[in-house]
């Protein structure tokens, strides 16, 4: 029996098992013991200070269904056709903030596109190209509250960088951060600025070095030009990282929106920059619907894995694997 202990012991399973056992007791006690009693509060009412109280699935009716306004009545035909007019969600608000979030999405291609090129642009043999992918990568690990600071200045409406700019070719600012089409459009536009030179970029930039260059040989021997080239053989090699990108940015655009919207607007003005992150924040933190909350966290995962899960099927048809 000693003898089978010490070669327990001295085995590579084991001690294979002794290096992850702390990722695993993490996992445990951070993860996987918070998704449970999670999925358990979604069927409840608690405020943190009382006991929780079942009440089933009154959370996700009272989130995600719809009444039929009072003073509808069904008689004749045209009833049943105007049926759509006196319909309305349970939860407005809930589903203003949805098309918030997906509002936010628009800047995931606009993103992708300016990463593909910053990567382009520093994929070259040039003095000093280190220095320079420095400098762009920095906005994406700078802090977001010195982010939100700089932004706040650039879009105040008084001495702001911006309307300062417009005013010299005589265009009126608006109010950035105080109307909500352009509140919106403003957290956008700094989320690229942020996101344009990061993590992205760095892999366009792994992906494009990867590329044989045998292909553009090849190409250039056949007559090809620099757009034929980079359409016919870039775009398809960068097939893989490209769809790898747009999942991550979904996914991430889903779970999102909260630091920015918080720090530079509170979510206002009127709710329109605040997200379904944000919204489970204040259900969660400040009016201490923990229920509510817990309901909208597992809706926004199922969002999240009925769209991956869409993304994977007809997506990934489109991307070439041959040359990796």
Known sequence: MKKKLISLINSETFIGYCFILPNLIGFLLFISIPVVASLLLSFTTWDLFSPPKFVWFKNFIDVFGFHILPDFRFSTLSDYIIFWNYLRPNDFEFWYYLYNT???MVGIPLGMI?????????????????????IYFLPSISSIVAVALLWRWIYNPDYGLLNTMLAYVGIQGPAWLNHPVWAKISLVLMGLWSGVGGYNMLLYLAALQGIPLHLYEAAEIDGANPWQKFVHITIPMLSPTTFFIFIMSVIGAFQGGFQSAYLMTRGGPGGATTTIEYYIYNNAFVWFYMGKASALAWFLFLIILLVTMFNWKYGGKKVQYQYI
């Open 102 to 104: 997906l509002f936010f």
């Open 114 to 134: 300016g990463s593909l090129f910053m990567a382009i642009v520093m994929n070259r043999s040039l003095r000093g190209i280190m220095f320079f992918r420095t």
